[in-house]
């Protein structure tokens, strides 16, 4: 293999590389890069931006797709962090800063890992596709097979999996209802229709339809909170006409974003006595998107969510030979948060797993890092669990 130090140096790189979702430019082009470095068979990006390279197989196998993301959330206070988040510190056996284990670190291993077979080339090929915006909702992954310029038979994505194998996730959906009434001068509230006053009327219908959504025996329960309470007209002298409320909902497998809307849009309707004057609109929220290529689009704010069974022959494969090849015996269980993994499997149906190292509780935190023994050892075990997910699907 390729040694471990030099992936380790290309991950440092890259985390001295700000990548905000639609930022990516920068931190494409040094993958790109690298790519050619390492001399991938071919090498190229797509009209949203998304980096991929491929090593050819020897033979006309379905391919197996090593799968990370290129941008990074924000570092919120930079003078908070323990370590400078784009310092890329190694210190204390840790890799530390912005993008150490979601998702830079991986991404360079997964990187490393695929150029390992230009040298022992298998059946199939192997596509290293690291995409944009997926911490908004994933457009790089869904323009990426929906455009079908991969034709992948199996993913790995390289989200922190502390070494155990992933099956899945719930998806994410971005709710806004939003209670329209008249506005008016604060001064005269008897002209007005205050949204506001609906409000008792509408949460407690939320709270009965979030204690009564459905679980799943390995995902959890679905869930539904509130997370941003607006006003509109925001004048504090004004009485607004919209009070505007955003809804988290981690959705099981199988929600679509039209269901999803229709569904709680059907439970208000049923259960909230709206007065003349007032009205209650359920949506998708929408986010305006524009990726470093200049593509612009009103995106939805949806995430699918997955789940491969646990005796799926590409599972099965997996979790074994991470046995055989770390000396323990990963789990087999979901990520808790929403991956590219929901558009590859919950849309496509393309059998998904996740391995990597990393900790999930330090991603999007001040404190993010990745512990380099236990890299190393995923390092050394990837390139016989993506044989071993080769021989499952071919």
Same mark, same amino acid.
């Given at each position: 293999?390729?040694?471990?130090?030099?992936?380790?140096?290309?991950?440092?790189?890259?985390?001295?590389?700000?990548?905000? /979702?639609?930022?990516?430019?920068?931190?494409?082009?040094?993958?790109?890069? &690298?790519?050619?470095?390492?001399?991938?068979?071919?090498?190229?990006?797509?009209?949203?931006?998304?980096?991929?390279?491929?090593?050819?197989?020897?033979?006309?196998?379905?391919?197996?797709?090593?799968?990370?993301? $290129?941008?990074?959330?924000?570092?919120?206070?930079? =003078?908070?962090?323990?370590?400078?988040?784009?310092?890329?510190?190694?210190?204390?056996?840790?890799?530390?800063?912005?993008?150490?284990?979601?998702?830079?670190?991986?991404? =360079?291993?997964?990187? #490393? +890992?695929?150029?390992?077979?230009?040298? *022992?080339?298998?059946?199939?090929?192997?596509? +290293?596709?690291?995409?944009?915006?997926?911490?908004?909702?994933?457009?790089?992954?869904? #323009? $990426?097979?929906?455009?079908?310029?991969?034709?992948?038979?199996?993913?790995?994505?390289?989200?922190?999996?502390?070494?155990?194998?992933?099956?899945?996730?719930?998806?994410?959906?971005?709710?806004?209802?939003?209670?329209?009434?008249?506005?008016?001068?604060?001064?005269?509230?008897?002209?007005?229709?205050?949204?506001?006053?609906?409000?008792?009327?509408?949460?407690?219908?939320?709270?009965?339809?979030?204690?009564?959504?459905?679980?799943?025996?390995?995902?959890?329960?679905?869930?539904?909170?509130?997370?941003?309470?607006?006003?509109?007209? @925001?004048?504090?002298?004004?009485?607004?006409?919209?009070?505007?409320?955003?809804?988290?909902?981690?959705?099981?497998?199988?929600?679509?974003?039209?269901?999803?809307?229709? *569904?709680?849009?059907?439970?208000?309707?049923?259960?909230?006595?709206?007065?003349?004057?007032?009205?209650?609109?359920?949506? $998708?929220?929408?986010?305006? *998107?524009?990726?470093?290529?200049?593509?612009?689009?009103?995106?939805?704010?949806?995430?699918?969510?997955?789940?491969? &069974?646990?005796?799926?022959?590409?599972?099965?494969?997996?979790?074994?030979?991470?046995?055989?090849?770390?000396?323990?015996?990963? *789990? +087999?269980? /979901?990520?808790?948060?929403?991956?590219?993994? !929901?558009?590859?499997?919950?849309?496509?149906?393309?059998?998904?797993?996740?391995?990597?190292? !990393?900790?999930?509780?330090?991603?999007?935190?001040?404190?993010?890092?990745?512990? $380099?023994?236990?890299?190393?050892?995923? #390092? &050394?075990?990837?390139?016989?669990?993506?044989?071993?997910?080769?021989?499952?699907? @071919?």
């Amino acid at each position: 293999m390729i040694p471990f130090e030099r992936a380790i140096t290309f991950a440092q790189d890259l985390i001295r590389i700000p990548s905000l /979702p639609g930022q990516e430019g920068d931190l494409a082009a040094r993958v790109l890069d &690298e790519f050619e470095k390492l001399g991938f068979d071919e090498v190229w990006s797509d009209d949203v931006g998304n980096c991929l390279a491929r090593v050819r197989g020897t033979a006309n196998a379905p391919a197996v797709m090593l799968s990370s993301h $290129l941008d990074a959330v924000d570092v919120g206070d930079a =003078a908070a962090w323990e370590y400078p988040p784009f310092a890329a510190t190694i210190d204390g056996g840790f890799l530390h800063g912005r993008g150490a284990m979601d998702i830079k670190g991986p991404l =360079a291993l997964q990187t #490393y +890992v695929a150029a390992t077979f230009l040298k *022992q080339r298998l059946e199939c090929d192997v596509i +290293v596709a690291h995409t944009v915006l997926e911490e908004s909702g994933g457009w790089g992954m869904e #323009y $990426l097979l929906q455009e079908r310029a991969v034709t992948p038979g199996a993913v790995i994505i390289g989200e922190a999996t502390n070494g155990d194998v992933c099956i899945g996730h719930r998806g994410r959906a971005e709710i806004v209802v939003e209670i329209q009434g008249v506005a008016a001068h604060a001064s005269a509230p008897e002209r007005a229709r205050n949204p506001i006053d609906l409000l008792p009327a509408v949460l407690p219908v939320l709270q009965r339809f979030a204690r009564e959504l459905a679980s799943d025996a390995i995902l959890g329960r679905s869930t539904i909170a509130p997370t941003a309470l607006e006003t509109l007209p @925001r004048s504090r002298n004004v009485i607004p006409d919209r009070v505007r409320m955003v809804l988290d909902w981690r959705v099981l497998p199988g929600v679509t974003p039209d269901g999803a809307v229709e *569904q709680l849009r059907a439970v208000i309707a049923r259960q909230v006595t709206v007065p003349d004057g007032w009205r209650v609109e359920v949506r $998708l929220s929408t986010e305006p *998107q524009r990726t470093y290529t200049g593509r612009e689009r009103d995106r939805w704010m949806f995430t699918p969510g997955f789940l491969i &069974e646990r005796d799926h022959p590409v599972v099965r494969a997996a979790a074994v030979v991470v046995a055989a090849s770390t000396g323990r015996s990963p *789990q +087999v269980r /979901p990520w808790t948060f929403a991956t590219d993994g !929901g558009h590859a499997c919950g849309v496509h149906g393309i059998p998904c797993i996740g391995f990597a190292p !990393g900790e999930e509780r330090y991603a999007h935190t001040n404190r993010e890092r990745i512990d $380099l023994a236990h890299a190393q050892l995923i #390092y &050394e075990s990837y390139p016989a669990v993506v044989q071993a997910v080769h021989r499952a699907i @071919r």
